[in-house]
């Protein structure tokens, strides 16, 4: 039992190159998410996924898609890369009601 | 929407001493109430949760409390521990809602 599983680890981009993350969970789970987290920002919602189907926008989802390509997969993508995204990402996935986040291991992106 | 906020930002204590992180929040609705833990260059991870009918729970040296009229919520670790140093996260969320609504994090620091 993987839990959430994020690729790539790390990354580094140039400016106005295109990329996608990766995530999939297998704890069939209806709900998943994308955060960036920044020094002093707490995790911010980029985009989420209340189940398979449907994707809505969080509270920074400027300069992000996203695919919720079934239920185990949910990915991020950033069509031209810009300085302000780099960022830790997080990718995570909860069941039904009151259950906590299950975040996977994080991508490190630099954007230069 | 909800709005939690979290303090302090940074707590150093010493090693056996009690740390007490709190969180407010505005949504007299929000019924869930997750602590998360993040150690350095790893991802968030649950450490206690509290639902709403409940006023305090524990889990061996950490507890959290609820003062569900005054919409607040505290996270208590006693005899700390220098592994208990990391970036501490409060959530609210309520039943319906998809979206968690987190805190900006709480730093501890214990030094041995």
């Known amino acids: 039992n993987a839990g959430v599983t994020q690729t790539p680890k790390f990354q580094v981009l140039k400016t106005g190159q295109s990329m996608t993350l990766q995530c999939a969970q297998d704890m069939n789970h209806n709900s998943m998410y994308w955060y960036r987290q920044d020094p002093g920002m707490g995790l911010r919602l980029i985009y989420y996924s209340a189940s398979e189907g449907t994707t809505d926008k969080g509270e920074v989802p400027n300069g992000y898609n996203v695919s919720r390509l079934n239920k185990r997969e949910f990915s991020l993508r950033l069509e031209s890369a810009a300085p302000s995204q780099t960022s830790v990402y997080f990718c995570?996935?909860?069941?039904?009601?009151?259950?906590?986040?299950?975040f996977g291991n994080g991508t490190r992106l630099t954007v230069t | 929407g909800e709005n939690v906020e979290q303090h302090p930002s940074t707590l150093s204590v010493q090693e056996g001493d009690s740390a007490v992180i709190k969180c407010t929040y505005s949504d007299s609705a929000s019924n869930y109430f997750p602590w998360y833990k993040q150690e350095l260059g790893k991802r968030p991870q649950l450490i206690i949760d509290?639902?709403?009918?409940?006023g305090e729970k524990k889990d061996q040296r950490i507890a959290v409390t609820l003062n569900k009229t005054a919409k607040h919520f505290s996270l208590h670790i006693t005899e700390t521990q220098p592994e208990d140093s990391a970036v501490y996260f409060c959530?609210?969320?309520?039943?319906?809602?998809?979206?968690?609504?987190f805190g900006r994090g709480t730093s501890l620091i214990v030094h041995p």
């Open positions: 959530a609210a969320s309520r039943g319906g809602s998809y979206i968690p609504t």
């Open positions: 509290i639902r709403s009918n409940v």
């Open positions: 995570a996935s909860t069941g039904y009601g009151e259950s906590p986040l299950h």
